[in-house]
Nanobody, 123 residues
Framework: QVPLVESGGGWVHSGGSLTLSCVDS????????MAWFRQAPGKARNFVGA????????IYADSVRGRFTVSADSAKNTMYLQMDSLKPEDTAVYYC????????????????WGRGTQVTVSS
């Protein structure tokens, strides 16, 4: 069973909005953070945003700051990514990930991953 499952991807026109969800079915103890990454075809997996689960603090990549919002519902063990003002360059597979303690912008720091959900933004 995959502990992290993403959903909510799809196709949208430039300027539109989508909300992604990541359900965490794993048993986690202690402090941890969750993050969103994205990967376009032929490119590296890049950091999008993250949240420290207990503190609720968030960080964002410069390319999405002001347009994307990371949030969490601890009762549902679910993290969200609200994406507004979408651009064609936001097209990618979006992954959620989990790591102990504080967030990091490096994908190598995360030890639990989902399988991803495709987001396509047309011009």
């Amino acid at each position: 069973q995959v502990p992290l499952v993403e959903s909510g991807g799809g196709w949208v026109h430039s300027g539109g909005s989508l909300t992604l969800s990541c359900v965490d079915s794993g048993r986690v103890f202690g402090s941890y953070s969750m993050a969103w990454f994205r990967q376009a075809p032929g490119k590296a997996r890049n950091f999008v945003g993250a949240i420290a689960w207990r503190a609720g603090t968030t960080i964002y990549a410069d390319s999405v700051r002001g347009r994307f919002t990371v949030s969490a519902d601890s009762a549902k063990n679910t993290m969200y990514l609200q994406m507004d003002s979408l651009k064609p360059e936001d097209t990618a597979v979006y992954y959620c990930a989990r790591k102990p303690l504080m967030y990091s912008e490096s994908p190598g720091a995360y030890n639990v991953w989902g399988r991803g959900t495709q987001v396509t933004v047309s011009s």
